[in-house]
Structure formats: C-alpha cells, structure tokens
C-alpha cells in the first residue's frame, strides 16, 4: 500500500475514532492516547510494531477530532474541560433555550476557522518567525508565568457581599469566592510539587504522573456535578442555518487565534487561561462571537500546540500530545511538517464533517436516556481508566484532586484556578526558588 | 394534608422534614420527634458538603505528601529505561564518567554509566553550588548513587539530579603523579599533580580563552587550564603566582596535545612549601591500579601468583564442581554489601542467560578490588567452587581475582561478527557486532549516522555524543573499515545498529 493511502487511512480512522470519544463527557483524549502509547511501546520489537507513519497521522487525526468534536459535551451535556469554560455560560444559554444544536454548530465552526487559520496563516510563518521570538523570548518565561498567575487571581471579582450592614459577615460573603479561589489555587500547586517532584506513581508509567490529577480536578467534580444536579433538558430545534457572518467569524478568529495561539505557545498555559486572557485583551461583548472563538481557541491550542513540536528549526514540545508523541517519535525536516498539516487539513475536515450527526445523535440519547445516566457511564470509564494505567495509588491521586476541584464547584470560584498544579510549580522552577520550596516540604 | 398533620398557619408548603414521618406532627428544625420518638430525617446542608470537600483535600493533600517523602525511590538500571518512564524519578548506582562540567549559567553537567548504559545528569545552579561546598562534585571514576527525574525522548535521554543531600559519593583513589609520568594512558583519568607555579595568565576581556596556569617540578611543565566559575572558587587566586601549589586535575587531549583539567576551585591547594615527592604506592589497591596502567597489554591476572584459572560461564558451573577453581563471568544482577557490624561476607549475584550463581568474598578482599562490581555490569571472578543451601557457590579469595569485562576493551563481541545481511528485525534489542567499511557521515543533532557496507549489505551506524567518546568519534573517517559493537535498532522501519557505550566502535585490525 503505497504511504499515501496508509496516512490517509490512519488519519481517517484516528478522526473517527477521537470524535466517538469526545462525545462522552468528561473523558480526554490524552488519557486514551497515554494508553495507546502504551500499547505502541509494547509491541515495540515484535511482528505486530505499529510503524511511524500509522501512529502519527492516526494520533494527529485523534487531536484534531477531539478538539473539535469536545464541543458537544461541552454545550450539550455542561461537562466542558478547564480549556472550554466559558463556552459553558453561553452555551447553556442556548441549550436552555432550545438551541443546543445551533449553539454546537456554531462552536464547530469556530474550530474550522481555527483549522484554516493555523494551516494557511500561521503554518507558513511559524517556521520563519517562531524560532526567532522562541530564542528571544526563552529567558523571559518566568515572568510571563507570573503575571499570568496574578491576572488570573487578580481578575476573579467578588460574587456576594452586596447587600446587608457592614462589618466582618458582609465582608466574608464577599471575600469567601476569592479565598477559595486562591486556597484552590495553591492546594492543586502543593499538590503539583508532590507530584512533579516526588510522584507516588510508579515510575514505569511516569509519563502519565500527571493525568490522575487532571481527572480529578476537572473530569470527575463535573461528572458528580451533572449526576446530583442535571435540569432537564427543554427539548431541541435542529437548525439548517446559524445565526453567524463574515464579520463575527472573522472577530472571533481575532479573540480566539490569540487566546489559543498564546496557550499553545507558552509554557503550562493552557486553553483556559489563553482564552480569559484573549477575551479581557480582545474585549468582544457578542455572545456568538464568544461562543465561537471558544471554538478557534481550543482547535488552535489543542492542535497549534502540537504542530509546533513539527515546525523546521523550532521543534517546541508544547502539551500533552507533543510530549507523548516525543517518547515514540522525534521529528526531522519539513517532510514531517507537510505531513501533519495534511493530517490536520483532513482531520479538521472529517470532523466538522462529522459534527452534525454526531451533535443530532448526542440529543437523542438526552432526549431518550437520563442525563445521569451518560454522566455516570462517563465517570465509570474515567475511573477504569486511571485505575488500569496508574493503578490505585493513581486513583488515590486523582480523590485527592476531586477533594481539590470540587471546592471552586461549590464555591461558586473559577474552575481555572486547579491549573496551579502546573503553574505554580513551573513558574517557580523557571524562577530559581522551586528547589527551596521543594526542600522545605522535604520533598528534596 | 390529613387530619392528624398539623401546619403553622401560612406554612402549607413547607417541607416535609418539618413534620414527622411517623406521627405527621409538625416538629420544626429537631432530629427526633418530640410526640412519637421517631428518627426525622434533615436535609443535608450544602455548607457540610463543602466543609467535606475541603476536609477531603487537605487529608488527601497531607497523606500524599507523607507517602512522597517516605517513599523510597526504585534502583533502575539504565539499560532497563523505557520511554514510558519519562518524568519518573528513579535511582541510579553507577560510575561517574567524567569530571562534572560547570556550564555559563552556574549548573553542572556529568555523565554516569551503570555498566548497561550511560545518562547524562544535569544539576541546577543552586544544586551545583552545594554540591561545591559540600566538596561532591563528582568525578570520573567515582562511585556513586544519587535520585533523579527522567527526560526520555526516543532519541537520548538525560536526568535531573533530584536532591543533594540523598547524593552518596565514594571518592575513586586518586594516583599522585609527578609532571614528567603523565602520560596518554591516563587520558579521562583523575590525577594529582604538584609544582611550582611559573605562570598564570587570564583569558583577555570577551575572550573565550580558559584561564592556564602554567606549573612546574624539577623537570617538567605542564599546563592546567580552567574556566571563570572554577577560577571564582578558588580560595585565593592573587597568591597564584609563584607558589606552590597541589591539584587534583583530569587528563585529557586538546589538538593532540595533553591537556590537564581543574574541574573545581576546591581541588587546589596554595602549599606553604615546596611539595615532596608523590609518595607514588599507598595501598594493594592502588599498586594494582598503578600496574593496570602503566601495562599497555591486557592486564595479565596471574601476576606470577598462581595460573589463570580455566574459564566457564555460569550456567556451567554446577554442585560437581566442588572443591575446583574456576573463572566464571557473568552479568552481576545484585551486590550486597555486609551490614555495620556483622560478620557477613560481599555476596554477588552473577548470571547469564540460563542461570544464576552466588559468589562471596570478605572484606579484605574487596578492599583490593580495584573496580567494584555494580549491578548490570559484565564481571570476571575466580575463585573455589563451594555448596551452599544445595547450590554452588564461588568463593573469592584475591580481589586481584575480580576484574570487569564488556564496554572497553576486553570482553568480547556476545557472539561473534556477523554478516551486515544477517541482521533482522528478530535482532532488535540485541547486541551484534559487525565489520563494514563507513560511508559518508550525517548529522543527527546529538549524534553522527554513517551507512556501514560489507559484501552482504548494509546498515545505518548511529552514534550518540552521550554515549561514544569523542575521541572514538573523532577517529572515524569515510572509508574506514571498523568493528563496531551496538544494539540492533528499528527506526522509521530501517534496521540500524546503535553503538554501544566506550569504545564499542574500533578500526580494524
């Protein structure tokens, strides 16, 4: 078969495959591709090794898919990951409001502006300028990472505290939102220390040290949370046009290219944070304009994050993707540049392909199943998949994380704040002082 | 509502844990009915549940953090790495390669080599500077032990240095050795070395000379060259010139030249007087050190002592051979030193493919080995053949008698040269060695790939610069015709062969 058709086939099935999965909540499709890692690295050697050009387009094809097909558990069923939170505001507007279907069309939309601004706008550039603004801006990062930290604390506004006599109550109510924020925000960088420096895991699956932690700051509170208080779901219009122009999808690949380019370009940022950075820098007020840059803004973190691992002369590892594909794979020259931004062409095209049915199947199963139920499924699958990959000691990490994701849940704080995990840590290694925190927890 | 259930007026809607589900009286807020006694099931308050989220964290967070540093960090070989490690922190027991590097920016680099590979370890800038005043730098030829992150790539591989203080370092005896013997056989070693200094210039302003400090004996000058951060460490530089000083220096080459290296500040000491004389042998250990040196053939064992001794592989050596002398070599699998105190003797586990065998020796004996058996590495005992638990046994009674074998020079190919075209995908993971004239090289970033031909076929050669010393690498050329021992890899569905650490790659004779 000539390596034309195996690409295309192996794209083709890791699309279809990711876009499956994206429809159960609460489920990433970096916990599935740590697994296939695994499997890859397993049958390393013997008569069934999966060769490079099988894996790479299949797990290109598999983030592409994902980070445009996410859109529907995010909108339909609330359970968005930390990198699609402010779709869930607006989203749920339209779900609540009939217009679910419209409100993922919209979104997918985004994505595929985001698919044709990466490949025919940045692509062409990356390799001239990006390795230039990497040299310059290489000793500047930790700086960066704090003033993301600060805006990201800073920018939480008081959500009580309006009415009543003054004093220490009228206070507290005010302040309570901001404290656990900032309490969530440093338990998950403690709990970034431990893991970073002195993970519990077995080292033999180290590579996914981190994973049970994510599940249980973001997945599964989401998925206790949609199991104790789903509202029904009013019943759905399925649309033959949305209400967007070229106007609006221009804006929103404005806000949403920045947001996703800025996560995708520095370290530990990730689609949240770019994206409450690019919507305060880019100030759009229309709802659409913000559902669907949302939409830009993860297609262009999740998947410009992993092409930049493949940009001739930059070669940046960025994300989880990129640092799994770097344990089987270190790619060489423009040849594996073309490649995966054909991979990323034809994944992006599959899955905005795939959307519509996959959206009109998802509110089916809501219509027909109880919302409960899928949230419940979903958890069952994430459990059983941090148990199988990290064991018990994984499921322990990821109770602990649960115990630390659920209080911005019940705090009414921004979910966002659990990404001290990695931001904490990170920015003070990059600083110099990690070592010195590190040895005061007796962890060195 | 029914008869018997009674509401405050205004109050009809209420919610039903107000009333008693046995009596239906209203009974307000309390958990047990004041009329019948029956249980009143309450609401739980979403104030508890957050409660309960927090409680769940900080418990979780505190028992994570007690398990973190109570945990002991697993031994892994290097040879037993896997990608899927990436990240993990792992301990490794080994040998220090090379003297540790100070890089621009304050952090230290340094090799190790565990005897089934070798990782480069990289310490950060603080790290380095308790490392320098803890006097652990580490140094070629040191034993050491030490937790570190991994950082796995399919490519290379390299580590963190985790923590200073769960560093061990056993210092390698260092040969105090007049100007005039150094020679080129010492070349990667550590030496000692004393003079007078005679001059001592510094690089000019942006230049990137190293500063040289130029010493001399009665009849020799040599030249010691270092870099800014080691000229900062020293104690006092200003009283350089003129005096005499001791330095525990690397040997190296530079254009063919012999080059000696000041790796710390803290290696040279300002003498109050002239030094004497290198009091060249101290120890057994260090006499046989110096012997193995200075003989440029393959150290002979016997030493005049007794005849080497028949050699046999592991597996052949069974109860029968009781009471009989024997040379057994093997790959050590574990080494257990006595415990403080007790009377127990070093006992080594040896195998090969099919067997294990348990070799012990007293202390005595070890004190005179001059390589210590580390776990992965190929190794060479003699001694009695003894029947332990049903089992036999090889006790060693001369330390002369262990020696390693493998990666440099002695060991031989595992089996054989063989033919470029007999390799196969079935080879992956196994070491083969081969003869072949190189083709062109290419440049792989942190390593060179040169095609290798015999009359059969040919294969990519990979060489990595973390692996192959430079000096092997430097000595190979287009045409060359070499014997070169490695792994049998599969890249991009390409069979090639990655040279194993040392001086696996060799001209032929």
Redo the contacts between chains.
């Keep these: 078969m000539s390596t034309f058709l195996i690409v295309l086939i192996s794209v083709s099935a890791g699309t279809v495959l990711s876009s499956l999965l994206a429809c159960l909540p609460g489920l990433h499709v970096y916990n599935v591709m740590g697994a296939m890692?695994?499997g890859i690295?397993a049958l390393?050697?013997s008569n069934w090794?999966v060769?490079?050009l099988v894996y790479l387009p299949a797990m290109t094809g598999m983030i592409v898919g994902w980070s445009m097909l996410n859109t529907i558990p995010a909108v339909l069923l609330g359970t968005p990951d930390e990198s699609a939170m402010f779709t869930v505001m607006p989203g749920q507007k339209y779900l609540m409001a009939g217009r679910g279907y419209e409100g993922t069309m919209i979104t997918a939309l985004g994505g595929l502006a985001g698919a044709f601004f990466l490949v025919l706008v940045v692509a062409p550039l990356a390799p001239r300028y990006l390795p230039v603004s990497q040299e310059v801006l290489r000793g500047h990062m930790h700086w960066v990472l704090w003033i993301i930290i600060t805006f990201i604390i800073m920018s939480e506004w008081p959500k009580g505290g309006n009415r009543g006599p003054a004093g220490w109550a009228k206070f507290y109510d005010a302040w309570k939102t901001l404290l656990m924020g900032i309490?969530t925000f440093l338990?998950s960088g403690?709990?970034g220390f431990?893991i970073?420096?002195?993970?519990?895991v077995s080292?033999?699956?180290?590579?996914?040290?981190?994973m049970p932690a994510f599940v249980g700051l973001f997945a599964i509170p989401w998925c206790l949370l949609n199991m104790i208080s789903a509202a029904n779901v009013p019943k759905q219009r399925i649309t033959k046009s949305i209400e967007v122009d070229g106007d609006v999808i221009l804006r929103s690949v404005w806000s949403g290219g920045l947001g996703g380019g800025l996560a995708s370009y520095l370290p530990i940022v990730t689609g949240g944070v770019g994206g409450l950075l690019a919507g305060h820098a880019t100030a759009q007020r229309d709802e659409r304009i913000f559902i669907m840059g949302q939409g830009v803004s993860k297609f262009v973190y999740y998947v410009g994050a992993f092409m930049l691992m493949f940009v001739p002369g930059l070669y940046l590892t960025r994300g989880g993707g990129a640092?799994m594909i770097?344990?089987?794979?270190?790619p060489i020259g423009v040849s594996d540049y073309y490649l995966v931004l054909g991979c990323i062409a034809i994944a992006a095209a599959i899955s905005y392909l795939m959307i519509s049915p996959l959206a009109r199947g998802t509110l089916w199963l809501i219509d027909r199943f109880n919302y409960r139920h899928v949230s419940s499924f979903a958890l069952i699958i994430i459990v059983v998949m941090v148990l199988g990959v990290t064991g018990w000691i994984g499921l322990?990490?990821a109770?602990?994380g649960?115990?630390?994701g659920?209080?911005p849940v019940?705090?009414g704080s921004r979910r966002l704040n659990c990404l001290g995990i990695l931001l904490l840590p990170i920015a003070c290694n990059m600083s110099?002082f990690g070592?010195?925190i590190t040895?005061w927890?007796?962890?060195? | 509502m029914t008869d018997i259930q009674q509401v405050l007026p205004g109050h009809e809607t209420q919610s039903q844990e107000m009333n008693c589900p046995s009596c239906h009286r209203y009974v307000g807020a309390v958990t047990r009915c004041p009329y019948c006694k029956a249980k009143v099931p309450k609401r739980i308050s979403?104030m508890a549940?957050?409660w309960a989220?927090?409680?769940?964290?900080?418990i979780?967070?505190f028992?994570?953090?007690l398990?973190?540093?109570h945990?002991e960090?697993?031994v892994?070989m290097l040879g037993d790495i896997?990608?899927?490690?990436?990240?993990?922190?792992?301990r490794v027991v080994g040998q220090v390669l090379n003297d540790a590097r100070t890089f621009r920016n304050g952090s230290m680099g340094f090799n190790v080599t565990d005897g089934t590979g070798s990782i480069m370890v990289f310490v950060?800038?603080?790290?380095a500077l308790e490392l320098n005043s803890r006097n652990l730098v580490p140094k070629a030829g040191d034993s050491i032990n030490f937790a570190g992150?991994?950082n796995?790539?399919?490519?290379d591989m390299s580590m963190r240095l985790?923590?200073v203080?769960?560093l061990k370092l056993t210092r390698a005896p260092v040969q105090d050795v007049e100007l005039s013997a150094i020679h080129e056989s010492m070349v990667g070693s550590g030496i000692l070395v004393a003079g007078k200094v005679v001059d001592f210039s510094m690089p000019a302003p942006g230049s990137r000379r190293p500063y040289a400090l130029k010493i001399s004996d009665d009849t020799t000058e040599r030249t010691i060259t270092f870099w800014e951060a080691e000229y900062e460490q020293l104690a006092n530089p200003d009283d350089l010139p003129g005096a005499y000083i001791r330095a525990r220096v690397s040997v190296a080459t530079y254009r063919n030249e012999i080059q000696l290296t000041l790796s710390s500040g803290a290696d040279l000491e300002i003498l109050s007087a002239p030094p004497e004389k290198p009091v060249r042998i101290q120890t057994p250990a260090q006499r046989a050190a110096e012997t193995h040196r200075q003989q440029a053939r393959p150290r002979d064992f016997s030493r005049g002592r007794s005849p080497e001794a028949r050699g046999v592989a592991v597996s052949s050596v069974t109860t029968a051979n009781k009471g009989q002398t024997l040379r057994v070599r093997g790959r050590v699998e574990s080494v257990r030193a006595p415990q403080e105190g007790s009377r127990q003797p070093f006992v080594v586990t040896l195998a090969d493919d099919q067997a294990t065998l348990r070799v012990v020796y007293w202390s005595n004996v070890n004190d005179v080995i001059e390589v210590k058996p580390t776990p992965g590495a190929m190794f060479e005992l003699e001694g009695l053949v003894e029947v332990y638990e049903d089992t036999p046994q090889l006790k060693v009674e001369s330390g002369y008698r262990v020696r390693p074998v493998g990666d440099d020079d002695e060991a031989p190919a595992p089996s054989g040269e063989v033919p470029i075209a007999d390799i196969t995908a079935a080879d992956?993971?196994q070491v083969r060695t081969l003869r072949g004239t190189l083709g062109a090289p290419r440049s792989l970033g942190k390593g060179t790939a040169y095609e290798l031909k015999d009359d059969s076929g040919s294969i990519d050669l990979i060489l990595w610069d973390s692996i192959v010393p430079a000096d092997v690498r430097a000595g190979l050329e287009e045409g060359a015709e070499v014997v070169a021992t490695g792994e049998v890899g599969?890249y991009?569905?390409q069979l090639q062969l990655k040279a194993s650490p040392g001086r696996s790659v060799a001209p032929a004779r």
């Design positions: 890692v695994l690295l390393e050697g090794a060769p490079v309490a338990l403690l709990l431990i970073l420096t002195r993970s519990p080292h033999e699956v180290a590579f996914q040290n981190i640092w770097k344990t089987l794979y270190s322990f990490i109770l602990v649960t115990g630390i659920l209080l019940l705090y110099g070592e010195a040895a927890l007796r962890l060195t | 979403l549940t957050r989220a927090i409680l769940l964290a900080t979780g967070l028992l994570l953090w398990m973190a540093i945990r960090i697993p892994v896997q990608p899927t490690m990436n990240f993990g922190q792992i950060s800038p603080r790290q992150g991994l796995v790539s399919d490519q985790l923590s203080s769960e992956q993971g599969l991009q569905g």
